[in-house]
């Protein structure tokens, strides 16, 4: 994974004092008992995923009303995140829209374990900025989490997942993580049938997919699958509908559009006009791979 030329540059950091653990930058705290390089990091990528959702909603034409400067945010590492944390695929983090906080599991900190670089260290940065995209839309749409079906709110939040380098159209650039589990998957269905996978169906459900019952290993396959395909369709419609994307969040966000406004949001999405009308999958997944449309 690439990294951030501008790590160290984002925010000013202090220490503060009193509990003894807890970094704060300008928005956002952590309180973790991390040490002072990887809550810098943690921290600069929080300030960073915000710059980018923002950046983001400016460039799809999605207006909110929550003033920037009253977004805040704590990341929080204690045993009642360890509940949230034993369900498939959410081994470091998740966040929590009750109290507004971001939960990692407590052990990735604590003294003694595995020092914190390399694979381990960009897994826990990955989560951290998907988990502060939830939490930043969530505080500029607060209705927009319990509204949306979960492709939607999980696929946004991968879009913000990947450090880009700095470039002009680096907000724009695939996730590549999420793009290499899309392209196994697809090249996996390709010489067999028999292996689902199905983009109209992940379009079609409200729900995260139902892995109760399914070994671990079994579960985490399924989400990644999922997960793969939440990003695809979302990274197509925000480079290809840009203005549908901003219409059908704002509808599921609802602001002051009545009862309505969730049904018309799923009509914009997948009705005979809606965005993601027709024959979607291939173009999805072929522009989620980068590879061109034949016709
Ligand atoms: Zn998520």
Request: with cysteine.
């Amino acid at each position: 994974m690439s990294s951030f030329a501008g790590l160290y540059l984002v925010a000013a950091f202090f220490l503060f004092g009193g509990s003894g653990d807890a970094h704060r930058s300008v928005h956002f705290e952590l309180s973790c008992g991390a040490d002072d390089r990887v809550a810098r990091i943690v921290l600069a990528d929080m300030e960073h995923t915000l710059d980018r959702v923002l950046r983001f909603c400016d460039r799809i034409g999605l207006k909110y009303e929550v003033g920037v400067d009253r977004i805040r945010g704590r990341v929080v590492c204690d045993e009642r995140a360890r509940s949230a944390l034993r369900q498939p695929g959410m081994q470091w983090g998740v966040y929590d829209t009750n109290s507004g906080n971001i939960y990692l599991d407590p052990s990735i900190f604590a003294p003694g374990e595995v020092a914190l670089s390399g694979p381990r260290l960009a897994a826990l940065r990955l989560t951290v900025r998907h988990e502060t995209a939830h939490l930043v839309l969530d505080r500029l749409l607060p209705r927009f989490g319990t509204n949306a079906p979960a492709w939607l709110a999980e696929g946004l939040a991968c879009l913000f997942e990947h450090v880009p380098e700095d470039e002009a159209d680096a907000d724009t650039l695939p996730n590549a993580f999420r793009q290499a589990d899309l392209r196994r998957l697809w090249s996996a269905s390709r010489r067999n049938p028999a292996i689902e996978f199905d983009i109209v169906r992940v379009l079609e459900s409200r729900d995260w997919p139902d892995v109760s019952g399914v070994s671990a290993s079994k579960a985490d396959k399924r989400l990644s699958a999922w997960y793969a395909s939440c990003w695809a369709i979302v990274y197509y419609l925000s480079e290809r509908e840009p203005a549908c994307l901003a219409d059908v969040v704002r509808m599921f966000n609802g602001a002051a559009e009545g009862a309505d406004s969730t049904a018309r949001a799923h009509e914009a999405l997948r009705g005979a006009a809606g965005c993601l009308n027709g024959d979607v999958s291939s173009r999805v997944v072929r522009f989620a791979l980068g590879v061109e449309a034949r016709h």
